[in-house]
């Protein structure tokens, strides 16, 4: 299928009329900036033309929800770079919610408004990003979302909202947070 064929699939699947189709394809392809291209094959295409024309594809069928599964992995670092941006224009510009699921922790970081880590099937920590970087309550989390000292202690004396604890560089009092 050409990319204009590509894009219009789900909607001619749908039986959408053929002028609707027309508009809706022609303007999504413009959204991601992929217009001209409406007459090539895949084999024509570069790898960042490709994802475009993905993403273009999944938005036009105007889904509430969009899952994107790691759509940067395949790309150099350049690319990626560039498409991060794009995609969080192109996220706010449409105005619908973007599952994100990638093992890039700094794409975690720079992409995402909330961000759930998950270890084994489970979220371990879920929440805005400068919370879960500054503030991890689990030593995983800490660890996954970048480097971190940690420091072993063993509690002496709990308190009301805190605890004091003995660590190698000596006795220090720790606050809990609600």
Not at 104 to 120: F, G, K, N, P, Y
């Amino acid at each position: 299928l050409t990319v204009y064929d590509n894009i219009a699939f789900g909607l001619r699947m749908k039986n959408v009329p053929k002028p609707q189709i027309s508009e809706r394809v022609k303007k999504v392809m413009d959204l991601v900036e992929i217009g001209p291209l409406g007459g090539r094959k895949p084999s024509q295409l570069s790898g960042g033309q490709k994802q475009r024309v993905a993403l273009a594809r999944a938005v036009v069928n105007e889904p509430q929800v969009l899952l994107l599964d790691e759509p940067l992995g395949a790309l150099d670092l350049k690319l990626r770079k560039q498409l991060q941006v794009e995609l969080l224009q192109l996220q706010r510009r449409l105005g619908i919610t973007f599952v994100y699921v990638t093992h890039d922790q700094e794409e975690a970081l720079v992409m995402s408004d909330r961000i759930a880590v998950m270890r084994t099937g489970k979220i371990e920590q879920m929440g805005e990003a400068e919370s879960l970087y500054e503030h991890p309550l689990t030593r995983y989390v800490s660890q996954f979302l970048g480097s971190c000292n940690l420091v072993d202690a063993t509690v002496t004396q709990r308190t009301a909202n805190g605890a004091a604890v003995q660590t190698c560089i000596g006795a220090l009092r720790v606050e809990f947070r609600q």
